[in-house]
């Protein structure tokens, strides 16, 4: 019996490595003779890094970056040294959670550290650079990533634009002239779940400004702002990327990352696939079991479950879910790879219980499956 357990973090609980050491706990009670793979994954957002690195051996590095309000973070970034591959976490530089709910403002945070993040990589020797894009505190179009690889925003005045996406408003011209010749030469990938263009009711103000601090006055002001700076990017650049898939991630950045280093956008899931060698570890397995925090139809828009149910499902493996919470709608992934979905919860409890009883619930799940498929398994 070989059992491959590939589950995304468990957010506020478990990292991916510790959802599956729970799960193999469990599933050795039963199946002690079983081999048992594992494969943390994630899809881009939270916990990307720490997947991959315990994945692939890599190594962990930390670079002291500008925050989303400008205050220093020591920013951690994974590198992978056989392929030079560095992966880089926006939300560790840029994040949502580095800032206090009250001082959450769109319009003045920067992914400025972000781009001193692409620049260590690029001293480091990166040939491929990953950016996963999620959980971004920003809305300023990547502006700031790109200021810190050199390219100048100017106002009519011929100064530097302040930071932040409401500033874009300002800009009247682009300078290229001092950007690191360094990303000309480097593979840049895109990995996120968010498939928004830049601009417009679906675009990065409208849909994911509310949550950073913006009001319904400010989220027409950055619309207006980022729509701004596309009109001079295209001018600048040659080449107009707003309305294209994922433009709108991050706030922007992976417009800013698709028009000044000709980044490629990925599912994040497929991303971490590819580097975590998922689909060799499926070979001739007999099951694949993965999760997520909740599990519902929003996981159909490119989360890790449904991502890793299309890879098990083109090798004919058969995959279960076990969630913190299955939400409205999860059955509609019955029709996409998924076979059967078990929630964690064994009574009434907290989140904050649940959050916290997650390594034995996990356990225990784990084991009831295990004891379930044993006894339909022809062998019993």
């Known amino acids: ?23 193999a706990l469990g599933l050795a009670e039963v199946w002690p003779e079983a081999q048992l793979v594992k494969c943390p994954m994630a899809d881009g957002g939270e916990g990307t890094v720490e997947s991959v690195l ?19 973070v020591n ?19 840029s994040g949502l959670q580095l800032v206090p709910v009250e001082q959450r403002d769109a319009c003045v945070t ?3 550290g972000t781009g001193e993040l692409i620049r260590a990589a690029l001293d480091a020797g990166a040939q491929r650079i990953i950016l996963a894009i999620g959980g971004s505190a920003t809305n300023d179009g990547g502006a700031g990533a790109m ?16 930071a932040g996406g409401l500033a874009l408003a300002q800009l009247f011209r682009i300078d290229l002239s001092n950007i690191d010749p360094r990303v000309t030469q480097v593979r840049f990938d895109i990995a996120a779940d968010v498939n928004n263009p ?23 002001l950055l619309d207006h702002a980022l729509g701004h700076f596309a009109d001079h990017c295209a001018s600048a650049l040659d ?12 706030g922007g950045l992976g417009f800013a990352a698709k028009a000044f280093l000709g980044a490629q956008f990925k599912a994040g ?20 079991i993965t999760g997520e925090g909740r599990f519902d139809a929003q996981t159909l828009r490119g989360k890790t479950p449904f991502g890793v149910a299309r890879i098990a499902r083109e090798q004919g493996v058969p995959v279960i879910v076990i969630a913190g919470t299955l939400g409205e709608g999860y059955q509609q992934l019955y029709a996409h790879g998924i076979d059967a979905a078990f929630a964690l919860a064994s009574g009434p409890m907290t989140l904050a219980q649940a959050c916290a009883d997650a390594p034995r619930l996990l356990r225990e799940r784990a084991t009831d499956i295990a004891r379930l498929l044993r006894m339909a398994s022809p062998k019993h």
């Open 198 to 220: 830049l601009c417009g009711a679906h675009g990065a103000s409208a849909i994911f400004g509310p949550q950073k601090g913006a009001s319904a006055e400010q989220v027409e």
């Open 239 to 250: 080449k107009d990327v707003r309305d294209e898939p994922g433009s709108g991630a991050a």
């Open 1 to 23: 019996m070989k059992i491959v357990i590939a589950p995304d973090s468990f957010k506020d609980s478990l990292s991916a490595q510790g959802v599956a050491d729970a799960i």
């Open 75 to 93: 920013a951690a970034w994974g590198w992978l040294p056989h392929s030079h591959t560095a992966i880089i976490e926006m939300a560790e530089a």
């Open 147 to 162: 200021q810190a690889l050199g390219v100048e925003l100017l106002d009519a005045q011929g100064q530097r634009l302040a």
């Open 110 to 112: 920067s992914t400025y």
């Open 269 to 288: 899931v497929e991303v971490v696939a590819e580097l975590v060698g998922l689909a060799d570890a499926i070979k001739n397995a007999d099951l694949l």
């Open 54 to 72: 315990a994945a692939c051996n890599g190594q962990l590095r930390r670079t002291p970056v500008r925050g989303p309000l400008g205050a220093t």
